[in-house]
């Protein structure tokens, strides 16, 4: 088994996901605050405060968003994992909530080295494929065709 | 088409939010059938108009109290999406009809409720004359209106009046000395009002969104409602008005994408695939894959929209209705941004025969493109920031 034949992770299917989620939600926490509090107003935008900023306050509405539609997903993947529905499309619901999870850590991190200066280095994603992920969804809407060995256990979720 | 200013029938009720949803399913299976014709044509959907309130769908908001359904704005959004995924014009027109019935909620004395709730459940249908395309900014009004002992006048000059055309009652928006917003309701064959069919836009092309003039409108007292009032204190009325946007948006890309897949499974393989068939291209799977969960997560946030709606509506005061508009906002951001993008990935995973004329296929873009206009996505961006970042509650008015 290699990250080319596992499309979906095993085992507490939606633990990634969560990981993910809280991550990000932390990395917007650390860069809400170093904006209220130390960031310096760019010289020529005749500002006070990087708060005041509005490509700055625009930047954050635009994490927040990412943020809430990795919950919500993540809340319609439980569901589904709890209603114990037909098995493909709780992997591809599941597979749906990594997919917006992922974006929500990556464009909470492009945010907060755009926003400090800083970056909190993100984990390789090598083991658990987030482009075969799209694949599987898309072969199963496309074209009918189940994820392959479906390595989900529904039962052991969250 | 002749102005009438009553319904030729008598609409049904409906009784409850799973009965709005499975009405609204039917209906756009058949609304589907003839919807890129009537875009080619611009033929404007008359009859399906009058089936599509007949149906009772334009009264489910009317509250219980009153002997609506009054139904979760969950299932509002719902029932718009389901509709506009068949045809956009048509989820698009109840827009303000919808907003409107909220105002009546909001503001007006208990007689008008029960006049004007009433007529919606027969079937009548309210089309807007709100906004003015002359004035200094969305919210700025010029209309005047000018009360008398008995009676009001209204006078002014009216532009994106979606539905004004087919409606029994037109409500107009217009201002007092004070700069006061009232709305006047004003029956179709009212010899003050005229209704002009000037929409030429390049999308949404069968919602008539044209121009109303008034010139010396009057009306009873009765006809007249201090709609200000919805904006002077907290109210979901802005959340409401822009939840039904969203709904428009996200059933054209639910529509589109729908679409995507059936073209791109008759595709021709790229040549440098090595594979029989277009469907099997791994690129354009992956690509169906990223709309796909695109979607599911603006769908997501459109039901948070309409849960939050439906919490300030319980209780109406300055968080719940700033939470509420928040919200809402994600879900016009996310809605606007996967319906440009699934109404376009549709040629690309289509292949070039996809834009041929006969297939009409550019409908879906242009009417995201034309109703995602409605208001600016980026100040949306930057409404949710500030709301994050400073504490800063939104601005009160239609478009938040």
Redesign the interface.
Known sequence: MNALTQPIATEQPLSKSQHDLHNARSLLEATLRFVRTQAQPWAGSGLTNASEDPYVISRFGDVQIRIEVAAALLERAEDFVNSHEDATETSIAIAEAHLASAEALSTASNAEFELTGQRTVLPGSLHDPLRWKLQVIGNFRLNGIHPPSSPISTKEAV | MTASAQPTHTAHVIRSDAEAIAVAHKLAARFAVEASVRDRERRLPVAELDEFSASGLWGITVPKAYGGAGVSYVTVAEVIKIISAADSSLGQIPQNHLGVLDILLQTASEEQKRYYFGKVLKGYRFGNAFSESKSKNAGAFETRIRFNDDSAQIDGEKFYCTGALFAHIVPAVAVNEQNQAFIAFIERDNPGLSVIDSWDGFGQRTTASGGVTLNAVKVPLSAVIPAHKAFDEPTADGPISQIIQAAVDTGIAVGALEET?RY??EARPWIDSGQDHG??D?F???????L??RV???E??L??AGQAIDAALLDANEDTVAHASV?V??AK??SAEIALLASSKLFELAGTRSVLGKYNLDRHWRNARTHTLHDPA?W???????Y???GVKPARHAWN
């Open positions: 897949k791109a499974r469907w099997q791994p354009s799977i992956a690509a169906i894959g990223d796909e969960w599911h997560g603006t997501a946030i039901k948070k919200v906002a994600q951001v996310l980026r949306k961006y930057h409404l949710i920031g500030n994050l970042l400073n």
